[in-house]
């Protein structure tokens, strides 16, 4: 079996879902059969991990902007300080 580098895989969204996966040398725009779908937890727990570490305490949330869409607004509904 041939073990692959982290550095070997992207995220790719697709319709659907969003995978981790290697994708083709021929053609970037499509992965490979070497994937998986990463689950809805695993992308809230990111945020919240994120967020964690990019908002103050007390903040709402934050406002960021991405290649895929002109401006996202990303809010916290709770207090970190109410976290378990």
Not at 26 to 36: A, H, Q
Not at 57 to 76: A, K
Request: some cysteine; hydrophobic content about 35%; overall charge negative.
């Amino acid at each position: 079996m041939n073990n692959m580098a982290a550095k070997d895989y992207q995220i790719c969204p697709s319709i659907f879902n969003a995978y981790i996966a290697k994708v083709s040398k021929k053609d970037p725009n499509i992965m490979t059969d070497d994937r998986r779908e990463i689950t809805e937890e695993e992308i809230l727990t990111l945020i919240d991990w994120w967020l964690d570490r990019k908002c103050d305490e007390g903040e709402g949330g934050m406002f960021f902007e991405s290649q895929e869409r002109e401006g996202m607004n990303v809010v916290l509904e709770f207090k970190k300080s109410e976290k378990n």
